[in-house]
């Protein structure tokens, strides 16, 4: 079945960075896409960006352009989110999540989520 | 990108049907019939239960449907069950590949 496991839980201090990874099976990775949303702690879904796994384009959040980066390793059905110049508010869950290249329609499956704490 | 709008809870008795709405803008939910449903338990990963406006995923059941009107997309949760206590969240294609999801909706079964 389409799985997606991701890296275990993560604590930074203000200003470092966290690399999140969400490695996919069951499905053929080059012809899907992979999302990342994330969620604070009591708050709301928020998209962050995408990656279309079957030729490495990427696409962010106008919110974290310039702090996050997506990227894949084909070879090992992998996604990998990293966010940089981490502050408090970025401390939240943060899923993958598998989407169609074309159409755009949905979401499914997600990872089982990254706790990622943010704290001196 | 605001998020949707949706309404912070609603709630419903067994076996009744609920409505939540998810207003967005003509440059999201008004412009695409892209719009998504999702249910989350308490500490557990999302699961998609309808995607473009009203279609079911394998496996998801059809007490749950969902419709669109202008700006505004809707979730309706028919025959309402224990099980179904949960928040749900739209989300909407925003154009330029990006994606918009709403506030999410506590939904209380009574």
């Not at chain 1, 069951?26 to 896409?33: H, V």
């Not at chain 2, 067994?14 to 709405?21: K, V």
């Amino acid at each position: 079945q389409v799985q997606l496991v991701q890296s275990g839980a993560e604590v930074k201090k203000p200003g470092a960075s966290v690399k999140v990874s969400c490695k996919a099976s069951g499905y053929t990775f080059s012809n899907y896409a992979m999302h990342w949303v994330r969620q604070a702690p009591g708050q709301r879904l928020e998209w962050m960006g995408w990656i279309n796994a079957g030729n490495g384009n990427t696409k962010y959040s106008q919110k974290f352009q310039g702090r996050v980066t997506i990227t894949s390793d084909t070879s090992a059905s992998t996604t990998y989110m990293e966010l940089t110049s981490l502050r408090s508010e970025d401390t939240a869950v943060y899923y993958c999540a598998r989407g169609p290249i074309v159409m755009y329609n949905w979401f499914d499956p997600w990872g089982q989520g990254t706790l990622v704490t943010v704290s001196s | 990108q605001s998020a949707l709008t949706q309404p912070a809870s609603v709630s419903g008795s067994p076996g009744q049907s609920i409505t939540i709405s998810c207003t967005g803008t003509s440059s999201d939910v008004g412009s695409y019939n892209l719009v998504s449903w999702y249910q989350q338990h308490p500490g557990k990963a999302p699961k998609l239960i309808i995607y473009e406006v009203s279609k079911w995923p394998s496996g998801v059941s059809n007490r749950f449907s969902g419709s669109k009107s202008g700006n505004t997309a809707s979730l309706t949760i028919s025959g309402l069950q224990a099980e179904d206590e949960a928040d749900y969240y739209c989300c909407s294609y925003a154009g330029n590949s990006t994606w918009v999801f709403g506030g999410g909706t506590k939904l209380t079964v009574l």
